[in-house]
């Protein structure tokens, strides 16, 4: 069994809005671009999403979609919530880290 790999170039409009989210946020973090995933000499394939990771958290994104995945495929918002969840999360993950610092005074 063969597999072929090709990469599949994020859609404009989603990098721009990911783009901007992470720009307000002041969040440094690379896009990574999905691919496409196909078995040779078959008719299948799977389309790999796009990635974007941020503390331990990687969003997913598919081309012409308008969810963003949390982690896997099970659980998704739409990209209008994306700030708002990177936000409380980055907030979240801050004050744990405050947390556990006073505790070891």
């Known amino acids: ?3 072929s790999k090709e990469k ?3 859609d404009e409009n989603i990098k ?3 783009r901007y989210i992470l720009k307000f946020l002041n969040i440094n973090a690379r896009i990574i ?3 496409l995933i196909t078995i040779e000499k078959t008719n299948l394939a799977y389309i790999e999403p796009h990635k974007l990771k941020i503390n ?3 969003y997913l994104f598919f081309n012409e979609c308008d969810n963003v995945y ?3 495929l099970e659980k998704h918002i739409h990209i209008s919530e994306l700030e708002n ?3 409380n999360h980055s907030l979240e993950k801050a004050m744990n880290h ?3 610092k006073q505790k070891n005074y």
């Open 1 to 3: 069994m063969h597999l």
């Open 16 to 18: 721009r809005k990911v």
């Open 70 to 72: 949390i982690n896997t």
């Open 33 to 35: 671009n999905g691919n």
């Open 56 to 58: 331990n958290i990687c």
């Open 98 to 100: 405050y947390l556990n």
């Open 85 to 87: 969840y990177i936000r």
């Open 8 to 10: 599949i170039e994020i």
